[in-house]
T-cell receptor, first 113, second 115 residues
Framework: GENVEQHPSTLSVQEGDSAVIKCTYS??????FPWYKQELGKGPQLIID?????GEKKDQRIAVTLNKTAKHFSLHITETQPEDSAVYFC????????????FGSGTRLSIRP | DTAVSQTPKYLVTQMGNDKSIKCEQN?????MYWYKQDSKKFLKIMFS???????INETVPNRFSPKSPDKAHLNLHINSLELGDSAVYFC??????????????FGNGTRLTVT
């Protein structure tokens, strides 16, 4: 089955700097890669996703890149702000089993003022 | 309006007791899930229902029994609670049809503490 590894587990960046979180997946059949943000006391919320037929996707300060050959995908947050502090999860799933999404272990991002 | 709501938010109980967590979604989704988040924040799927039919049942003790009276509700009943059941339980929903890339919508979780 699919296995998703996520690094780093914790990340602290200065406000205004960029943050990068990296994930690798094992199942070459995976073709949908969502990213979720979990704030304290709340459930995870989708912030951006990418499909395997796309190499990069951007939404304001957030971008995701996908390297299918290497089975890597990454989340990039630019111009970080205090409200970006949260736990971020990458995930992967396949077209044929869209109901089963495998999550990475999470990255706790802290933004230093 | 809350899209996925689960109750209670906190649940403190003793070992051996039986408890239930309720979940309702008003998004018109046809697939609902239960996830368990342990103390290290790891998210693991437990169950998934599509139109009241169980479609995913991960390796979960028989003490956990989901029930879906209709596609907008998915409840989780836990018998004979153990210390290791302490965690945050998240309900989620999605369109979840095979072949569709439908994101999960999570509730805000139920923090279960077994003493």
């Amino acid at each position: 089955g699919e296995n998703v590894e996520q690094h780093p587990s914790t990340l602290s960046v200065q406000e205004g700097d960029s943050a990068v979180i990296k994930c690798t997946y094992s199942d070459s059949a995976s073709n949908y890669f969502p990213w979720y943000k979990q704030e304290l006391g709340k459930g995870p919320q989708l912030i951006i996703d990418i499909r395997s037929n796309v190499g990069e996707k951007k939404d304001q300060r957030i971008a995701v890149t996908l390297n299918k050959t290497a089975k890597h995908f990454s989340l990039h947050i630019t111009e970080t702000q205090p409200e970006d502090s949260a736990v971020y999860f990458c995930a992967a799933t396949t077209y044929s089993s869209a109901s089963k999404i495998i999550f990475g272990s999470g990255t706790r991002l802290s933004i230093r003022p | 309006d809350t899209a996925v709501s689960q109750t209670p938010k906190y649940l403190v109980t003793q070992m051996g007791n039986d408890k239930s967590i309720k979940c309702e979604q008003n998004l018109g989704h046809d697939t609902m899930y239960w996830y368990k988040q342990d103390s290290k924040k790891f998210l693991k799927i437990m169950f998934s229902y599509n139109n009241k039919e169980l479609i995913i049942n991960e390796t979960v003790p028989n003490r956990f029994s989901p029930k879906s009276p209709d596609k907008a509700h998915l409840n989780l009943h836990i018998n004979s609670l153990e210390l290791g059941d302490s965690a945050v339980y998240f309900c989620a929903s999605s369109h979840g049809m095979r072949g569709s890339f439908s994101p999960l919508h999570f509730g805000n979780g139920t923090r279960l503490t077994v003493t």
